[in-house]
């Protein structure tokens, strides 16, 4: 199995920073595409960022609302994707998830894995 970590949420003041982290370990083959969704209180999840698995290029997608704000990267050789995220507002406030689609064995699908999650709050 694939186990997803996700490190770098709390508290954070508006107009503030906040870089989270998602390690993958486990029985790790191959990592394709990983990402980053978010949960509000009383909301549905949504996708935050996404990022591919090119070795030479990457190619990332955002939420429309999210463009210029928030910034998704990874390292492949470390299987850790990064979300930075600047002037953070109150609504950004949610549950951050990290997902990541790989493959256990060689000739095994790949499957998607989530994380627990990791508490953002942006109150003054």
């Known amino acids: 199995q694939v186990q997803l970590v996700e490190s770098g949420g709390g508290l954070v003041q508006p107009g503030g920073s906040l870089r989270l982290s998602c390690a993958a370990s486990g029985s790790i083959f191959s990592i394709g595409a990983m990402g980053w969704s978010r949960q509000a209180p009383g909301k549905e999840r949504e996708m935050v960022a996404a990022?591919?698995?090119?070795?030479?290029?990457?190619?990332?997608k955002y939420a429309d609302s999210l463009k210029g704000r928030f910034t998704i990267s990874r390292d492949n050789d470390k299987n850790t994707v990064y979300l930075q995220m600047n002037n953070l507002k109150p609504e950004d406030t949610a549950v951050y998830y990290c997902n990541a689609r790989a493959a256990i064995t060689p000739g095994s699908d790949y499957r998607e894995f989530w994380g627990q999650g990791t508490q953002v709050t942006v109150s003054s």
């Open positions: 990022i591919s698995s090119g070795r030479t290029a990457n190619y990332a």
